[in-house]
């Protein structure tokens, strides 16, 4: 017989998680090159909605973060890994970025690309 344990935890707990991993490993590792400056507010904001009781989805409330090369509308930029896109503004969002939000995914910033 397996042994089962429900943990709730909150979107802001999670987003803490991440954020305080990022600033401790991202020096060493250089991985994250942007974190979304309301991603906090974001999740505070989905928090206070669960606790309402409204739609819930299967991302709802899930941090993610995005390759540095998909287009989001918001304030963290899209370079593809080049200096010459930085503060450049995209023409419309990647589909899979509108279905993320669509869910309530919160994005919590651009990951670099291994190219």
Do not use: F, W
């Not at 017989?1 to 401790?24: F, K, N, P």
């Not at 090369?69 to 930029?77: E, G, V, Y």
């Not at 370079?79 to 994005?107: C, F, Q």
């Amino acid at each position: 017989m397996g042994l089962s344990v429900v943990v709730e935890l909150a979107s802001t707990q999670l987003v803490d998680y991440y954020l305080h991993r990022i600033r401790a490993l991202n020096p060493v590792l250089r991985a994250i090159l942007e974190v979304k400056s309301d991603a906090r507010d974001q999740a505070e904001k989905a928090d206070r909605e669960r606790q309402e009781d409204q739609d819930s989805s299967s991302l709802c409330e899930i941090p993610v973060l995005l390759k540095d090369s998909i287009n989001t509308k918001d304030k963290l930029n899209t370079t593809a890994g080049s200096y010459a896109l930085l503060g450049s503004k995209v023409a419309r969002e990647a589909h899979v970025v509108a279905r993320l939000r669509d869910t309530s995914a919160i994005i919590l910033g651009k990951a670099s690309q291994s190219e």
